[in-house]
């Protein structure tokens, strides 16, 4: 749900300050409860919040008729082109992401993809691909289209992006392209038409306004996206220094899985994902099956139940975390923390000793859930 047309202008206002990006401006949001009151503080007050040196942008008050003029163009590009504004207080946000401390203030979104299904695989690599990335590529595609509720995330760029995407589409599975740009563009044009179709089943977000173009220093910004919004990366083909190794890196930052395929040690388009497994920041697969395991996705694994009489000895920490862990499938860490109250060293131990009797099992992206 949209906010309303006022509090929109404002958010979005708040975006176009310089040195405010989403962490800041969510500091500012949470001390002042919306937009409209942050412009309405006093500069004492913003600099209280959030230092004198990023308040400065609002101690100039000639900024803000430039940031409104470009809040107000933006309120009338999305309205005329359908865009969705995703705000990082709404259910609609992608919550993986937003659990991300760098996250954004708000996205730019064209598409009816669900954002936050039940599983994301984000599939990058280099943009000069191989027959033997090709294949890679699209067997990994193939092999997760069984699955319910999934969706396929890349950059849109040339390559392994393209790839990923095209083939997603080709078997009508939901794909999602993150870009570097605004929304009033398409970027490399050559995939213009397979961004529109992408948008009928999946979608095309970004965190940049429109007019924004596709410059070096947006790539980066795009990757943390593209990796905060996934359960998984999976890295296909790579040289030793691919954006797609950046993806990986701040994949593994986030606490999510990295996979990447292996490849001969001659091959330079191998070599970095054969980096990125030799220093334990990806695991190596050679198919999607090995995925599915990785991820505890294989419709065939069956967990075992435990009985509630083996409880009997448990400590009170060890018994709170077994009374949330009951109740939901899987829970995630920052939840276990919120809900027992325990410290984090302490909530680390209690879950480590439960892990090891064989009551708790540890899932990607710090989740956990009963054995």
């Known amino acids: ?37 942050v412009f309405k503080a006093s500069a004492k007050d913003i600099k209280n919040s959030i ?10 008050g000639s900024k803000d008729e430039v940031v409104f003029q470009n809040a107000e163009k933006e309120v009338k590009f999305i309205g005329k082109h359908n865009v969705q504004i995703l705000l990082f207080s709404n259910a609609d946000f992608p919550q993986r992401l937003n659990r991300c ?4 203030l708000l996205l730019f979104y064209k598409g009816n993809a669900n954002l936050n299904a039940d599983k994301i695989v984000a599939i990058v690599g280099t943009r000069r691909n191989t027959e033997y990335g090709l294949k890679l590529c ?41 870009v570097g740009h605004g929304l009033d563009r398409t970027y490399p044009s050559s995939n213009k038409n397979l961004a529109n179709e992408m948008v009928q089943n999946g ?8 007019g924004t173009i596709p410059d070096k220093e947006n790539f980066p910004k795009r990757n943390r996206i593209v990796a905060g919004i996934s359960d998984i990366t999976v890295v296909v083909e790579s040289d030793i220094a691919g954006g797609a190794l950046i993806t990986a890196r701040l994949a593994s930052g986030y606490n999510r899985d990295v996979a990447a395929f292996p490849g001969r040690t001659s091959d330079s388009k191998s070599a970095g994902c054969n980096n990125l497994i030799r220093t334990n920041v990806a695991a190596m697969i050679t198919k999607t099956e090995d995925l599915l395991d990785l991820m505890n996705w294989n419709k065939n694994h069956k967990p075992k139940s435990v009985q509630k009489q083996l409880f009997i000895n448990l400590s009170p920490e060890e018994q709170k975390v077994i009374d949330l862990l009951q109740s939901k499938e899987s829970v995630h860490a920052d939840e276990l923390f919120h809900y027992t109250g325990l410290a984090n060293s302490q909530l680390a131990a209690t879950l480590l000793q439960l892990e090891m009797q064989g009551l708790v099992k540890t899932l990607p992206g710090k989740q956990y859930r009963m054995v």
């Open 1 to 37: 749900m949209l906010p309303d047309e006022r509090e929109l202008f404002y958010l979005l206002a708040l975006t176009f300050m310089p040195g405010i990006g989403g962490r800041t401006g969510r500091t500012l949001i949470e001390q002042f409860g919306n937009a409209s009151n």
């Open 51 to 60: 230092g004198e040196g990023r308040a400065k942008s609002f101690a100039d």
């Open 101 to 104: 401390s760098d996250a954004p």
């Open 138 to 178: 699209e067997e990994l595609v193939e092999g997760l289209q069984s699955q319910d509720d999934i969706i396929i995330v890349s950059g849109l760029a040339s390559g392994i992006d393209s790839i990923a995407h095209k083939k997603s589409v080709g078997l009508g599975v939901p794909t999602v392209g993150v």
């Open 203 to 210: 979608g095309v977000l970004t965190e940049f306004p429109s």
